[in-house]
Each structure stands twice: as C-alpha cells, then as structure tokens.
C-alpha cells in the first residue's frame, strides 16, 4: 500500500470510527453508568469484533451481501430491533449511584456480536474494503486497511469511553443519570432513521 492510499484510508476509517453512531452512543452511556473499568470488556468487543467483521467481508462476505438485497434487508431489520432493545436497556439503566445495581454493561461477546448487525459498521467495512484493496496485493492492501482501522476504532473507543466517563462525575444525581439514559435512548434510536428510510424505499 502506498503512502498516499495509507495516508486515504486513515482519514476515511477515522472519520468513519470518530463520528457519532450506535458504538459511539452506547460507549458514551456506559463510560457515564458504569465508568472505564467496567466497560473495557465492551471496548475490546467493539475493537476485536470490528476488525473481525472487516476481515471477513475483505474475504469475501461483503460482495456476497451486496450481491443478495434480501439478505442485506435481513440484516437491517435484525439490526433495526436490536438497536431498539438496546436503546431500552440504556434507557432503564440505573443512574449516579444505582448505577452499580442492577444494570450491566455489555459483555465482551454482546459487543462484538453488534457489529455484524450493526448497518454503518457494516457499510463502512465494504465501503473501505472496495476503495483501499488492490486486487494484484489484496492481502497486503487488506491487512494494511485492517490494521489502520483497528486503530481508528480504538481510538475511538478510548476517546468516547473516556468522554463518558468524564460526564460521570457531573451526573451523580440518579435523576440526571437517567434523563442522560433517556437522551442516549432517543440518539440511538434516531441512528436507525436512516436505516429504516432504506428499508421502505
């Protein structure tokens, strides 16, 4: 891979990992319920899953996505209510102090599991595998890509986490706590709006 095509890659997989979305939400809300510690299982699932899902759809599973439509819509809808139960779950969590009771952050399996129905990760990664893979170094190209975008994404994790995780010290009040959840609730939600729109059309 070229320095220029590195130097492109890196700015789309930032832009991609950085920008506000499902993982980015859900990491905000847990640094504030559960604080770092806790929620590094979810950060290493975000990492270690993603760059799974890239590595399989570099080998393949992205053309076969795009060239079946009703799988692609398969994926949406599965996406669709999972995103709405986990909205739910950042929703009731309990805030502040409570916030050690009841509620649990993601697992490092539920994490990772995310990003095969998560549809912007997953139109990300074919997105990125279609414009920086080379075809006479795919495996070059593809593993520099991956490596690039494993790092974009840990980044990313640590920056929301740790924003999360800042605002946890301003939201102590348990009725704060929860109008924050309530907040992460609707943005998440909101996140699948796009999702939906392609789905009816």
Known sequence: MTFELAL????FCFAGALTPGPNNVMLLAS??????ARTVPH?????LGYAFLLLVIGM???????????AFQTLRIIGALYMIWLAWKIAT???GSEGQGRSSPLTFFQAAAFQWVNVKGVLVAISGVAAFTRPG???V????????????????VLVWTSFGTGLRQLL??????????????????????????????
């Not at 640094?31 to 770092?36: H, L, P, Q, S, T």
């Not at 609707?186 to 009816?200: C, D, H, K, T």
């Open 172 to 201: 102590t009040d348990p009725r704060k706590a929860r109008v924050f959840n309530v907040v992460m609730a609707v943005l998440l939600l909101a996140s699948l709006y796009p999702m939906l729109v392609e789905v009816r059309s």
């Open 43 to 47: 950060m290493v699932g975000v990492v």
């Open 31 to 36: 640094g504030v319920n559960f604080g770092f």
């Open 141 to 156: 190209t593809l593993g520099a890509l991956l490596v690039i975008a494993t790092v974009a994404t840990l980044v990313s």
């Open 8 to 11: 492109a890659a890196a700015a």
């Open 137 to 139: 170094e795919f495996i």
């Open 60 to 70: 393949g599973l992205g053309q076969t996505v795009v060239e079946h439509p009703v």
């Open 93 to 95: 969590a309990r805030g």
